[in-house]
């Protein structure tokens, strides 16, 4: 998949980076990065329905995922790992469409910043991508949504879900809008303490129009920080970023999460990293949320029964990262 002609293609591609800080420090060493030929050697594959957002997707096992006639998840000759929905077959009524869900063989303890970089991001009618990670015993050990989608908006959500006690303080300076500051997952159908990003380049369409963009998540004892840069503005700091990464040269973050309402130490565990493309289900394909950016449902139409079926509809469900890009990358401690 060249630059030219990514738009073409139904995937994810992606790498990964991580960095970690001493103490409290904000200037993190890399310690990890997952890109090219080799990333898929650091990634576990689902192998099973979702069971976890009643979306209507077999996120498959190894097997099928790399089979040669209809690969999901490979390495394109750009350069590129990509991971992607099946959208060449017809899926008969009451199955479910394969898809891809992938977890980090790895846990990253608290003192990490991640950095994932995308030319694009997966959307249309039904589509519902997340990257986000987990704790080993969820809820306990937290959960955090770096970015989260569905259908044709244009804004991503960022989110918290933690046990009870956790919340977002009442004033923070963020350029995000605060939805929810209760991160409790038995509350508010376990919609977290989320934030609705400003830019309206932060997803869908014209997330891809713009080139893409950049987020970085900070996972540390002060606090949780997520900043997303839109491709014009991902800032030197970061594109440079060959052996350390300092957050405090980044700006105010688009969603910010401090220890003062939330003891992170207390809340959150070391992360899973996930990656997982599903359609339809509990969000997406809620008719209310549905027909906010799609066409209406006809009659007794759901979801599942307007789109799945056809694979043709999700030509735009995939993420997208320049091959030089070493996103998401881990620092840390």
Not at 29 to 56: K, M, R
Not at 69 to 87: E, Q, R, W
Not at 211 to 226: F, H, P, Q, R
Not at 288 to 293: I, K, Y
């Amino acid at each position: 998949m060249s630059l030219s002609s990514f738009s073409t293609v139904l995937a994810v591609a992606l790498s990964l980076s991580q960095f970690a800080p001493s103490a409290q420090a904000t200037s993190y060493p890399l310690v990890q990065t997952f890109s090219g030929t080799t990333f898929f050697d650091d990634w576990t594959y689902y192998g099973a329905y979702d069971n976890t957002t009643l979306g209507d997707v077999i996120w498959v096992n190894e097997t099928v995922g790399v089979d040669s006639t209809n690969p999901l998840t490979y390495t394109n000759t750009a350069g590129n790992a990509i991971v992607k929905v099946d959208n060449t077959t017809t899926v008969g009524y009451n199955l479910k469409r394969n898809s891809v869900r992938l977890a980090s063989k790895n846990y990253y303890a608290v003192g990490s910043v991640f950095v994932f970089d995308a030319l694009h991001l997966p959307y249309g009618c039904s589509v519902w991508p997340a990257w986000w990670s987990t704790g080993a015993d969820w809820p306990a050990g937290g959960e955090i949504d770096t970015f989260e989608g569905v259908n044709q908006q244009t804004n991503n959500q960022m989110a918290l879900h933690t046990e009870s006690g956790c919340t977002q303080a009442t004033s923070v300076t963020q350029s995000g809008t605060t939805n929810s500051t209760t991160c409790d997952t038995s509350l508010n159908d376990n919609a977290g303490c989320a934030v609705t990003d400003s830019s309206d380049l932060s997803y869908g369409a014209p997330f891809a129009a713009a080139g893409g963009g950049v987020w970085v998540t900070e996972l540390a004892s002060t606090g949780i920080n997520i900043w997303f840069f839109t491709r014009a503005d991902v800032p030197t700091s970061i594109s440079s970023a060959t052996s350390s990464l300092d957050t405090s040269n980044l700006g105010t973050p688009s969603a910010t999460w401090p220890q003062s309402s939330c003891d992170v130490d207390s809340y959150f565990g070391s992360q899973q990293l996930i990656l997982d493309i599903t359609l339809c289900g509990s969000w997406a394909g809620a008719a209310t949320t549905l027909e906010e950016t799609c066409p209406a449902l006809s009659g007794t139409a759901t979801c599942y029964s307007t789109y799945v079926a056809d694979g043709s509809n999700y030509d735009d469900a995939y993420v997208s990262p320049s091959r030089f890009s070493r996103s998401p990358t881990r620092f840390e401690s």
